[in-house]
């Protein structure tokens, strides 16, 4: 599609949201051509800038009349390409959909515009007691609109959920550009839980209700240090076999901690091969209890040093080189990839050893961070991008990672999102049917293949086709719309 | 016939005592792996032949009667790949079962203290009809409903494609999550053959806190006395929702204050819920506190209930937990938590034999009305209630009601949403073969 074919729609964009709205200079539409994940790049046709619901639905339905395609963009946190933009199409922008619209404490639920950052909430709430659950550790810049695109986690997730256990509401523009309320009271499909985490390709999220969580009445973080990840992985197992369900628990092994080190300087205990970060919340005779058992678990499995955190600025204190870790890396490798997968916890200390082993055999370092609670790995790829052929064997590490991960049971993505990125992937976790079958939840909703194409599935499929047997070369293959990998 | 018998699956013929809502299919199939609910499947589209998958049949009765049905395909002898009915990995907290499995059989897994925390008001249900219906219990307030509990799905569609989603992982965003779509879709989008669930570590204690309010004079005053049609808008409940407030304290106000104290207390109950048990009684608000020091948090939790009504603590749950109020006609209406008092004032200035239990936390209630309340006042009922809980920004839901009592009751009630889940009918199950008729707007 070329600029000609956008003149149209621009004209009426403007009509519609003002000159101010719609960014059409090149200079300005270069900020947005990317996300998180910065080696995807693609500068957008048109950006528009929409103030209300109506001015989201006047522009999908622009789109839809033109057939041109449109992407949905938070703040651009994302990991994954979610928010890669189309040269041929529109990319709609959230960000002056910041308002909070209702605080509702009796019924614990606020109603937010989707450019609201996901810390937000919380600071508007927190000083009466509460608080919203799930922290992405982008959550003071990223917007909950992404969150709900990306079904978004975050540390805390192993005792709370997701996004999508967290969103009793949603107002979306779907690709017809009809606004649609799916509300978790009505009856009916669970659109609602479709549509959390479909990375933008069901329609744009307009207005978002919360369910809002009581702040934990004790708090307690301890962090404790370990020779190595297989006694830190032992006492994890541990602590979840032994019935207790804590906030988080997050794992960081020695390059990781190195990283932290240096970049922020967190003092871990010198000589840790791995670092265990447990945070218990709750009632406090429960978290009092829960604190003696684990202290207990720590020591039995070797750990050499425990360190409790006695008020928020030492929970800081042991959060700060958790948190740190992934830019850390940037310390002490010139260019690094992170990776998201998950694999059941028991398959934990099989799966690091591999890595360690695949690490060795290409030559490329890789930091483990990861929530171990749940499996969720987030092994750093290092490599040295001036070296001929070092971004292709991290490459190669990093996808073998993800095989690893499917080998065991788990999955390709644990909180990041397909996007753009993991596509190709999608075939090693899902068959055809299975595809085809989650494609008809997409047909149903964006039956033109308009919103945020070319995400999540690996092979575009017209909605008209019969699912099943493909004969032939795809049609949108054969057109040079699409390509396959 | 013929085609289904091909298929090597056992199959008998229908009975009465296999009506789904009053209409009788013509055979019964009992698949024993998800390969032969596939095969069955693809027989019926061969046939145009109409199914309805059911498992205990506890809620057969529920949603509007199908418009046609040859086929049940009844899950109870459906089994795993390998022969057995449950896959429990305890380090991983997560268990594989079949879709023909009794819920409750997940309650406890012996040597391991772990659970499906998920509540399951009529004991007899499978795994498939729960998620089916999506019906969840007091414990809901906490740990939500089977879609918060499902991390992975296997389904047959109705022209028997198997597929899956998900995985055997709790935290997994690839790709769409059908598992939340088959949640309550009441049969009309495929056969759930297969679920993977979490598990949460079984609470070492359990306690009650039970507190009987005394009934209030609104509590006790009839509309327009017991079985007749519609009550004039005079008694309806006087500024429901309206800017101003709510009606004047009474027993459903109390209630509310109570319900929301216990909600929002630190001693964190996992369930708050509320039994009302009709006209002239008063409501009565129970707390479950579960985990390490349950009797401790107990505790704290009936200090909030001071100059409540009688509140006691127990090691037993109340008889009334954990169950529905009714059976043959059962409605469930859902509000904003903190409209719980008045969605049951509602009910009560209707002056009809009704009794209503639920989730005060999560606003969940199942109303239950006399078998022989009478068409025209059923109808007037539901009419007149969904006006009241809209206001309120809830919606009542008729889950079961005998065809002569709902005739002409549109018993799903109106939905934002209805021309995508049209579209979304369509797509699964083009020629209107999977429980045609059964849910929302006749889908």
Redo the contacts between chains.
């Keep these: 599609m070329s600029a000609k074919t956008l003149e149209e729609p621009v004209r009426r964009f403007q009509e519609f949201l003002g000159h101010g709205c719609v960014v059409t200079d090149p200079v300005r539409l270069r900020t947005y051509e990317c996300d998180g994940l910065t080696h995807h790049r693609a500068t957008p046709g048109v950006v528009v800038l929409p103030e209300t619901a109506e001015q989201v639905a006047a522009v999908v339905r622009i789109c839809a009349e033109h057939g041109v395609p449109f992407v949905a963009r938070g703040a651009g946190t994302g990991l994954s390409g979610g928010a890669l933009p189309r040269t041929d199409g529109v990319l709609i922008v959230t960000s002056k959909m910041r308002r909070i619209i209702s605080i509702?404490l009796?019924?614990?639920?606020a109603v937010v515009e989707p450019g609201v950052t996901n810390l937000a909430i919380t600071e508007a709430v927190r000083d009466q007691?509460y608080y919203y659950a799930p922290d992405p550790s982008s959550q003071q810049v990223c917007s909950i609109g992404g969150n709900v695109a990306?079904?978004s986690?975050g540390a805390h997730?192993l005792k709370y959920?997701?996004t999508?256990?967290h969103v009793r509401a949603l107002e979306i523009v779907?690709p017809d550009g009809?606004i649609?309320?799916?509300?978790e009271?009505?009856?009916?499909?669970?659109?609602?839980?479709?549509f959390?985490?479909?990375e933008g390709t069901l329609g744009v999220t307009t207005k978002v209700t919360v369910r809002l969580t009581?702040?934990?009445?004790a708090v307690t973080t301890l962090l404790a240090a370990f020779d190595g990840t297989e006694r830190g992985g032992r006492a994890v197992?541990a602590i979840?076999?032994g019935?207790?369900?804590p906030a988080a628990i997050e794992m960081m092994d020695a390059l990781a901690i190195e990283a932290a080190e240096a970049a922020v300087s967190c003092a871990y205990p010198e000589g840790a091969g791995a670092v265990l970060i447990v945070e218990l919340d709750?009632?406090?005779?429960?978290v009092a209890?829960?604190f003696g058992e684990v202290t207990r678990i720590c020591a039995e499995n070797g750990a050499f040093e425990l360190r409790t955190a006695a008020g928020a600025a030492e929970r800081a204190a042991i959060w700060k080189g958790r948190k740190s870790a992934f830019a850390a890396v940037g310390r002490i490798s010139p260019a690094y990839i992170v990776q998201d997968g998950?694999?059941?916890?028991?398959a934990l200390p099989g799966v690091l050893a591999d890595i360690d082993r695949l690490s060795r055999e290409h030559g490329i370092r890789v930091a483990n961070v990861f929530?171990a609670g749940?499996?969720?790995l987030h092994p750093l790829v290092l490599f040295d991008d001036g070296e001929p052929g070092a971004a292709e064997r991290a490459e190669l590490v990093s996808g073998r990672i993800l095989d690893l991960c499917v080998e065991h049971?788990?999955?390709?993505?644990?909180?990041?999102?397909?996007g753009v990125d993991?596509s190709r992937y999608?075939t090693k976790?899902?068959?055809d049917?299975?595809?085809?079958?989650?494609q008809?939840?997409?047909?149903?909703?964006d039956p033109l293949g308009l919103s945020n194409p070319g995400k999540?599935f690996p092979t575009p499929r017209l909605c008209g086709e019969v699912?099943?047997v493909r004969k032939g070369a795809h049609p949108l293959v054969e057109s040079g719309q699409a390509e396959q990998f | 016939m013929d085609a289904l018998s091909e298929t090597g699956v056992t199959l008998r013929r229908a009975g009465a005592d296999d009506a789904v809502a009053g209409v009788v299919p013509r055979w019964v199939a009992l698949p024993e792996t998800t390969a032969d609910v596939a095969a069955l499947m693809r027989a019926c589209a061969a046939h145009d032949l109409a199914v309805v998958p059911t498992g205990e049949g506890t809620k057969l009765n529920w949603g509007n009667p199908p418009e046609r049905c040859d086929l049940l395909v009844d899950t109870r002898r459906l089994a795993l790949e390998g022969g057995a009915f449950v896959e429990h990995?305890?380090?991983?907290?997560?268990v594989r079962v079949s879709a023909g499995l009794a819920v409750n059989a997940l309650a406890s897994f012996p040597g391991f203290?772990?659970e499906l925390a998920l509540d399951n008001p009529l004991p007899a249900g499978t795994v498939g009809g729960t998620l089916a219906t999506?019906v969840a219990g007091p414990r809901r307030f906490r740990y939500?409903t089977a879609?918060?509990l499902l991390i992975g799905v296997t389904?047959v569609?109705a022209d028997g494609?198997?597929?899956?989603?998900g995985?055997?992982?709790?935290?997994?965003?690839?790709?769409?999550?059908?598992g939340?779509?088959f949640?309550?879709?009441y049969g009309t989008?495929g056969v759930i053959t297969e679920a993977v669930f979490r598990l949460?570590?079984?609470p070492?204690e359990r306690r009650w806190i039970t507190v009987e309010t005394p009934a209030s004079p609104a509590s006790e005053r009839p509309a327009t006395g017991e079985g007749d049609a519609l009550p004039d808008t005079a008694a309806s409940p006087s500024g429901l929702a309206s800017p101003s407030g709510l009606a004047a304290p009474d027993a459903f106000t109390a209630l509310d204050a109570l319900a929301?104290e216990f909600?929002?207390?630190?001693?964190?109950p996992s369930a708050v819920e509320v039994d009302w048990p009709g006209p002239g009684g008063g409501p009565t608000v129970a707390a479950l506190v579960e985990?390490?020091?349950a009797e401790?948090?107990a505790r704290?939790v009936l200090a909030l209930a001071d100059g409540h009504g009688d509140a006691r603590i127990g090691e037993a749950a109340p008889a009334w937990w954990n169950t529905l109020p009714g059976d043959d006609v059962l409605l469930e209406a859902?509000?904003?938590?903190?409209?719980t008092g008045d969605a049951i004032r509602a009910v009560a200035v209707r002056g009809l034999s009704a009794r209503v239990r639920g989730s005060a936390a999560s606003?969940v209630l199942r109303v239950t009305l006399p078998h022989d309340v009478g068409h025209e006042a059923f109808a007037a009922f539901v009419s007149s209630m969904r006006d009241d809980l809209g206001r309120l920004g809830?919606?009542l839901?008729v889950l079961a009601a005998p065809y002569e009592l709902a005739r002409g009751v549109d018993r799903?009630?109106p939905?934002?949403?209805?021309?995508?889940?049209r579209?979304?009918k369509?797509?699964?199950d083009p020629d209107r073969r999977m429980s045609p008729g059964r849910?929302?707007?006749g889908?």
Aim: proline fraction near 6%; charged fraction near 20%; glycine fraction near 16%.
């Design positions: 509702d009796a019924n614990r639920r007691g990306e079904n986690g997730c959920g997701f999508v256990n779907t009809d649609v309320e799916l509300s009271n009505d009856p009916g499909y669970d659109l609602l839980g479709a959390v985490g479909s009581r702040a934990p009445q197992s979840i076999g019935g207790i369900l709750g009632p406090a005779p429960e209890h829960q998950v694999v059941p916890r028991t929530h749940d499996g969720n049971g788990g999955s390709i993505t644990g909180e990041h999102g397909v993991k999608m976790m899902f068959s049917d299975d595809l085809d079958t989650m008809l939840v997409r047909c149903a909703f999540v699912p099943g | 990995s305890p380090g991983d907290l997560v203290r772990q999506a939500g879609r918060d389904v569609l494609t198997t597929a899956r989603s995985g055997r992982v709790v935290k997994n965003v690839a790709g769409y999550d059908l939340k779509l949640c309550g879709s989008l949460h570590p079984a070492r929301a909600a929002a207390s630190q001693a964190e985990g390490t020091a401790e948090r704290a859902r509000v904003p938590p903190a409209g606003g809830g919606g839901t799903w009630g939905v934002s949403a209805l021309p995508l889940m579209r979304v369509e797509r699964f849910f929302v707007g889908i």
